[in-house]
């Protein structure tokens, strides 16, 4: 899928998005009270940038004399140079391309985009806001695999960690709401997951590392693994390196673990029905969430708060409750009847019990809005 917002003057006149249905790409547009769905003539989602400034004029959004300023880009990529935003030019190009190796899946989509959008939005500044940023504040040793430091330097081969811009929306919208104390724990669950540790509204430690594939087991993606295990996969079913890496990214996780699919809400039914591969998928899943909360707590040296975010994290109130009957130990009690009442919340919403627990929030997480935020600040708007 795609997605697209746009803004003016910090507020939000409409989102895109873009993804496939019955085969044919479709779009979602929002404005206001409007929400309405159509097909368009693309066969590709990857295409879809070059069908916005289009159809937002089409539908009233866009003036016929306006214009697109600015476009931010999230950039998914291993590097220092990727911690931290830059208006695009040939140089963030190449450096893209020449670690392109790395995660072809990940970073050769972004290219193609880059590309798309520069050619779409001829006279727009186009910036590479960093997934990565918001971590620049973990402590030196939170960036250390157990590598020989003289080679990890060299190669720039440290914990970089993702989801920064989830997370930083998440912390901004506390903030905002005054609801943000000294020791938060952020559950990002989505598609891709993660826990970050947060200590007065900085990134401390995270659940990824050098690239988004470490930490918990995702929709598709492995999460952590033994590197033996990796090279005896390799081996045994004859893969080259991608095929290596289209199996940990996209056979694995949930899906790989249920045989069936990576979708949450087809797994609890199927669980419902007997199905003991989805129970097993799930519970697995649980479990890496539960061991990966409790390390941020210990980072942290206690909680203060617990924040979920993510379209399961938001939305899957039976996942919350599976996850959170871990932490009571941690006075972290949910509310039964606000926890399942809370499906796709448009604000802060709190689920644990008033009075008898530390505060369990679910936050929407508007990430579009923290790259026009970060967009600002990099063109110095």
């Not at 989505?190 to 470490?214: C, F, I, K, Q």
């Not at 972290?332 to 399942?340: A, C, K, S």
Request: proline share 3%; with cysteine; hydrophobic share 40%.
């Amino acid at each position: 899928s795609r997605k697209y917002a746009l803004f003016e003057d910090g507020h939000c006149r409409a989102q895109l998005h873009f993804e496939y249905l019955n085969g044919k790409v479709v779009y979602t547009l929002t404005n206001g009270s409007l929400h309405q769905q159509n097909h368009t003539e693309l066969t590709d989602v990857a295409l879809a940038a070059s069908q916005v400034e289009q159809i937002l004029k089409e539908n009233g959004v866009l003036k016929d004399d306006e214009r697109i300023s600015h476009v931010g880009l999230r950039i998914v990529a291993p590097g220092s140079y990727f911690l931290s935003d830059h208006i695009v030019n040939d140089e963030l190009v190449e450096r893209l391309r020449g670690i392109e190796y790395l995660a072809p899946l990940h970073i050769a989509a972004s290219l193609h985009e880059l590309e798309l959008i520069r050619k779409c939005f001829a006279g727009a500044i186009v910036v590479g806001v960093s997934d990565s940023a918001f971590h620049i504040t973990k402590p030196d040793f939170a960036w250390n695999y157990g590598l020989p430091l003289e080679d990890a330097d060299r190669f720039d081969i440290k914990r970089f960690g993702y989801h920064g811009l989830a997370v930083a929306a998440v912390v901004h919208s506390l903030k905002k709401a005054d609801k943000l104390p000294p020791k938060i724990v952020v559950c990002h669950l989505g598609s891709g997951a993660s826990v970050t540790a947060v200590h007065n509204g900085r990134s401390v430690d995270t659940t990824m590392g050098y690239s988004p594939l470490e930490g918990l087991i995702m929709a598709t993606r492995v999460g952590n693994i033994d590197v033996t295990a990796v090279q005896a996969i390799k081996t045994l079913l004859k893969f080259n390196d991608d095929d290596l890496d289209i199996y940990l990214n996209m056979r694995s996780g949930l899906r790989g673990l249920s045989g069936t699919t990576s979708d949450i809400r087809e797994l609890l039914e199927l669980q419902a029905q007997g199905d003991h591969q989805a129970y097993l998928a799930l519970q697995t899943y649980v479990h890496a969430v539960q061991k990966a909360i409790g390390q941020m707590i210990s980072v942290l040296g206690g909680i203060d708060l617990l924040a979920f975010s993510g379209t399961v994290g938001e939305r899957s109130f039976p996942m919350r409750q599976r996850i959170m009957r871990a932490f009571h130990y941690v006075d972290l009690n949910l509310d039964e009847e606000t926890n399942n009442a809370c499906g796709n919340p448009f604000d802060l919403t709190l689920i644990s019990e008033l009075g008898r627990s530390k505060p369990v929030f679910v936050v929407p997480t508007n990430e579009a809005q923290q790259i026009a935020r970060q967009v600002k600040i990099a063109v110095k708007l």
